[in-house]
C-alpha cells in the first residue's frame, strides 16, 4: 500500500483505516454473493440488513430513545436549512435563532424564507469567536422551534452545553461533531448532520427527529421534502445511497470496536487537548477561539506572521504528508479538522511540523528586525 498522508481536511474528511480496508476487501464480492454492495437492489434483503446495522449503531451509540426516529435522507446538510422549516414551522410563529458562524448563517438565509426569524443570540460582534451566552427566558415559549449550530465548524467553536428551550423544539445541525460525544438526545427535536464529516463519504445526511413533530408537516408538501415519506418507507422512499449507507454501518462497528462514545469522547478531548496546548504555550501561534468554547473538532489558529507565512505554513506541511490545513477560504488562517477517525499520530506530526516551522522562521524575522 502506498503510504498515506495525515489528512486534515474539514470535509470529506478521513476515515478510519480500518473500515477503508474492509470496504476494499469486500468490494467485488459482498458476502460472497457474487457482486458488489452497490450493484445490487436497495429493496433486497441482503441490503436491508446492512441499513438495519446502519439505523441500530446510531440507536444504541447515541442512545436514541424510541421517542426519536431516524432517517437517512440526501441533499446534505444543506438541504436541511430547508427542509426543517418547510416540515415543522408553524403559521405565525416565530423561530428563535442562535447565530454561530456561517453555517447559521447561511441556515437562517433559507429559514427566513419560510418563517420570521427572531435572531436571540449571536457572536457575529466578534466574528464568531465565541458562544455566546444565553438563558431559557430569552426563548420565546411560542416559538415554533429555536436553532443552532452544535460544533462551527469554520470559526471553531461548539456547544459545550445546550440551551435550555422549555417545550420549544431544539433544533442542531450537529455536521461536525455527531458521534463525537455522548449527548441527551432527548432535549433535541431535530438534529442533522451531512455525513461527509464523522459518519463516512458524501452523500447522505442523517436525520434524528422527535416523532411527534412529524404531525406538523404539510400534506401539500413535495413528497421528497415531506420527512414522514421517509419514516413511512425506512428511508426508502426512493433509491437510498447505498454505498453511503453500507460505509456508514462499517464507521458505526469501528466505533463500537473503539469502546463507544465514552472512549471516543475521551480521545476527542486528548487529541485537542495537545494541539491546543501547543498552540498556547508558543508566541508563534494563536487560536482566535475563546478558551471555554474551542472546538474539539476543527482546531482554527493564525500565525504571528504575515498571511504570506500562513500560506507557506500550509504548503510546506502539505510537502509533508500533512494535508488540508488551509483556513477555510471567507476566514483565511488555519485549520486542522481532527474528527474521530483522525489519528493521535497526525497530530503530534503536526506539533512538530509547527516546532520546527517556528523555529526556522521565527528566529529569521527576528534577524530581519
Ligand atoms: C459541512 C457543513 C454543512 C454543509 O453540509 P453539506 O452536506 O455540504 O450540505 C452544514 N453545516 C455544517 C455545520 C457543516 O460543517
Not at 126 to 154: E, G, H, R
Request: aromatic share 10%; with cysteine; hydrophobic share 40%.
Amino acid at each position: 500500500m502506498e503510504k498515506r498522508i495525515f489528512n486534515f481536511s474539514a470535509g470529506p474528511a478521513t476515515l478510519p483505516l480500518d473500515v477503508l480496508k474492509k470496504a476494499q476487501s469486500e468490494f467485488l464480492n459482498y458476502q460472497d454473493l457474487g457482486m458488489s454492495i452497490i450493484e445490487m437492489s436497495h429493496r433486497s434483503k441482503v441490503f436491508e440488513a446492512v441499513l438495519d446495522r446502519a439505523k441500530s449503531g446510531f440507536k444504541s451509540l447515541l442512545n436514541i430513545p424510541d421517542t426519536h426516529d431516524i432517517l437517512f435522507l440526501q441533499g446534505g446538510a444543506s438541504l436541511q436549512f430547508s427542509m426543517v422549516p418547510l416540515n415543522i414551522a408553524v403559521k405565525d410563529k416565530k423561530v428563535c435563532f442562535i447565530n454561530t458562524g456561517i453555517w447559521s448563517k447561511k441556515a437562517l438565509k433559507e429559514i427566513k424564507k419560510q418563517a420570521e426569524c427572531d435572531v436571540i443570540a449571536s457572536s457575529e460582534d466578534k466574528n464568531f469567536s465565541y458562544i455566546p451566552s444565553m438563558n431559557s427566558d430569552q426563548v420565546n415559549q411560542d416559538a415554533a422551534f429555536v436553532y443552532l449550530c452544535s460544533n462551527n465548524t469554520i470559526c471553531g467553536t461548539q456547544f459545550k452545553q445546550f440551551p435550555d428551550t422549555g417545550h420549544v423544539p431544539l433544533v442542531a445541525d450537529m455536521s461536525s461533531d455527531i458521534l463525537s460525544r455522548k449527548l441527551d438526545i432527548s432535549k433535541f427535536g431535530i438534529i442533522f448532520a451531512g455525513s461527509q464529516k464523522n459518519i463516512g463519504p458524501a452523500g447522505v445526511t442523517v436525520v434524528i427527529i422527535r416523532k411527534d413533530l412529524l404531525d406538523r408537516s404539510d400534506k401539500t408538501l413535495p413528497s421528497m421534502l415531506n420527512y414522514n415519506s421517509f419514516v413511512d418507507s425506512n428511508s426508502l422512499y426512493n433509491t437510498i445511497p447505498t454505498f453511503g449507507i453500507y460505509m456508514i454501518a462499517a464507521v458505526l462497528d469501528w466505533i463500537k470496536q473503539q469502546g463507544g462514545l465514552d472512549a471516543i469522547e475521551k480521545n476527542n478531548a486528548e487529541k485537542a487537548g495537545i494541539l491546543y496546548d501547543a498552540i498556547d504555550s508558543s508566541d508563534y501561534y494563536y487560536c482566535p477561539v475563546d478558551k471555554k468554547d474551542r472546538s474539539l473538532m476543527n482546531v482554527v489558529f493564525r500565525l504571528n506572521d504575515t498571511e504570506e507565512k500562513e500560506k507557506e505554513f500550509f504548503q510546506q506541511a502539505e510537502n509533508q504528508g500533512l494535508s488540508g490545513l488551509k483556513g477555510h477560504r471567507l476566514v483565511g488562517g488555519l485549520r486542522a479538522s481532527i474528527y474521530n477517525a483522525h489519528p493521535k499520530e497526525g497530530i503530534e506530526a503536526l506539533i512538530n511540523f509547527m516546532k520546527t516551522f517556528q523555529a526556522t522562521n521565527q528566529s529569521k524575522s527576528q534577524v530581519m528586525a
